[in-house]
């Protein structure tokens, strides 16, 4: 009984961290300027990461992409002007703006939150 118990809460707890930190659903549309700044529908900032040094390539997977989770082009989105769609390592595709892989940060709880900017030693920005 208590370890059925114990797998339950940890069940729950594990659903309720990854809800937490779940990205917008994908889009089919471009991100959005609000403000001088790439946004999600939703209007959660968007991010480049420096280390996506290859156009057209992210380099952040695994435990990156669920700090950093992309921003994910629904399955028929088309590229406009200079957003794109990219192939991820996992499959998903992500929107991309002149190259640039654009992602929300998990730490972001709310639309206009920046707390991404400038994280990881300045590998982190805005995406304008």
Known sequence: MLKSMLSTAALLAAFAAGSAFAAD???AAPPMNKGGMFVTASGMT???FDKDATPGKSVCNGPCATNWPPAV???GA???GDWTI???DDGLKQWAYKGKPVYAFAKDT???DT????FLNGAWHIAK
């Open 25 to 27: 659903p994908a889009s």
């Open 46 to 48: 968007l991010y480049t």
């Open 73 to 75: 082009a629904a399955d």
């Open 110 to 112: 709310k639309a206009g």
């Open 115 to 118: 707390t991404g900017d400038g």
């Open 86 to 88: 990219i192939s991820r």
């Open 78 to 80: 088309k590229a406009a």
